[in-house]
């Protein structure tokens, strides 16, 4: 059966209203009804917008997932990928959206004469829906979205992009915007992992520069990006954010330097979660040491690039297992094992990469790279 239901992507914020969330204890009484004097303004904004575009239904977050029920937001969370890729419409709320004749709110007066032109790569870029971890997967994985920021409003379908300020369409000049294009559209990302793989690593780094309310949900919230990962790439095994294709060269993650981002830390939403070789075991953003070189690892010497490690030496996987928390295979985990077999190599401090506070220690491989470590967080990066 073909429904059509828009759905919203937005920031919760504080204070939200008992009844604009389904609770073990508001369940009856939402399946019975919800009064619209009861919903936040974008929640009945949403709703009047369906309307006038002739749309039945609208599917909201924390209206359709019992936010007190563990097993509820298990099942639900594993089809969030899903829930937006087939919505009609994915409406983002960076603000209240407007609709009232009466609303003073902040907006662009209509007039005649010459506007200046505002970017709509920056107006999006600079709403909170940007800072918000599990809106990334909620953007990239709709077919077509409008956005209504402070500026003006952004509409969006996979291959096009429209503003107010800008009504005609054009090509996305974000190339990352759409991450793994269907198979169909693009079959030679078929063959080349490669490419898909950048791809990965260079979402995660952006991702992890955002915020989420409990550590449990680093891998949640891009479980439909993974879908669409292992389903355009055909990756033999995915494992705790990570791919066994590349692992060796991916488990050369550390955190950002000091102040190199800023960002806001977020809750813990607990004990350890996660492997402590996945980078989403940690709060801080992460950085990949591997991300533009391929094994072997190679240095620079006068006479040209040399292999750093031969590649008869190189460390293989003898075993790596994920077992998840309930039925999404890409979301949470309640046990894991990773075993390697390789050489170890012996590094050395390097007093002069050190940062004095708070206390990073720098170190050199003897490859082509040097990092640091978080003596306070007691960050473990493998080489």
Same mark, same amino acid.
């Given at each position: ?33 919800? #009064? ?17 575009? *002739? ?40 603000? /209240? #959206? ?25 107006? $999006? ?33 996979? &291959? ?5 300020? &800008? /009504?005609? =369409? ?7 915007? %759409? ?27 952006? $991702? ?18 993974? @879908? ?40 813990? *939403?607990?004990? $350890?979660? $996660? ?31 040399? =292999? ?17 928390? *309930? ?14 077999? *390789? ?12 940062? =004095?506070?708070? %206390? ?5 491989? @003897?490859?082509?790279? &040097? ?13």
């Amino acid at each position: 059966m073909d429904v059509k239901y828009l759905a919203l992507s937005h920031c919760w914020g504080n204070g939200v209203p008992q009844y604009s969330t389904t609770t073990l204890y508001t369940l009856d009484t939402h399946l019975r009804g919800i #009064l619209a004097q009861n919903l936040t303004r974008n929640f009945e904004d949403i709703c009047l917008l369906a309307r006038r575009l *002739g749309v039945a239904y609208v599917w909201i977050d924390s209206l359709c997932i019992i936010q007190d029920s563990i097993e509820d937001w298990t099942k639900e969370s594993a089809l969030m990928g899903k829930i937006f890729s087939h919505s009609n419409c994915t409406i983002g709320a960076a603000l /209240p #959206l407007q609709f009232s004749t009466t609303s003073a709110e902040k907006g662009d007066e209509v007039n005649t004469g010459f506007l200046a032109s505002r970017s709509s790569k920056n107006a $999006y870029n600079h709403c909170p829906l940007r800072k918000r971890g599990w809106t990334l997967q909620e953007r990239e994985l709709s077919v077509r979205s409008v956005f209504y920021t402070e500026q003006q409003m952004i509409w969006e379908c996979q &291959s096009f992009q429209a503003t107010e300020q &800008s /009504p005609v =369409p054009r090509e996305h000049d974000n190339a990352s915007f %759409r991450l793994f294009p269907p198979p169909s559209a693009h079959p030679s990302l078929l063959s080349d992992k490669q490419v898909n793989f950048s791809k990965w690593y260079d979402m995660l780094e952006r $991702y992890t520069r955002r915020q989420l309310s409990y550590q449990t949900d680093k891998l949640p919230a891009i479980s439909g990006l993974a @879908g669409a990962f292992e389903a355009t790439t055909r990756i033999t095994k995915y494992a705790a954010g990570l791919c066994e294709e590349d692992l060796l060269e991916r488990l050369l993650w550390c955190v950002s330097p000091p102040n190199r981002y800023s960002y806001q830390k977020e809750g813990t *939403g607990g004990k $350890y979660q $996660y492997p402590f070789w996945s980078w989403a075991s940690v709060n801080d953003p992460a950085v990949w040491l591997s991300k533009h070189h391929r094994w072997p690892l190679e240095r620079h010497v006068e006479d040209g690039a040399v =292999p750093a490690i031969h590649p008869h030496i190189k460390p293989s996987i003898l075993e790596l297992e994920t077992i998840p928390f *309930g039925s999404d295979p890409r979301g949470r985990i309640s046990e894991s094992s990773l075993r390697v077999e *390789g050489i170890l190599r012996k590094v050395s401090e390097d007093k002069h990469l050190t940062w =004095p506070s708070p %206390r990073y220690l720098g170190f050199l491989s @003897g490859l082509i790279f &040097s990092q640091y470590i978080s003596l306070e967080r007691q960050v473990i990066v493998i080489v």
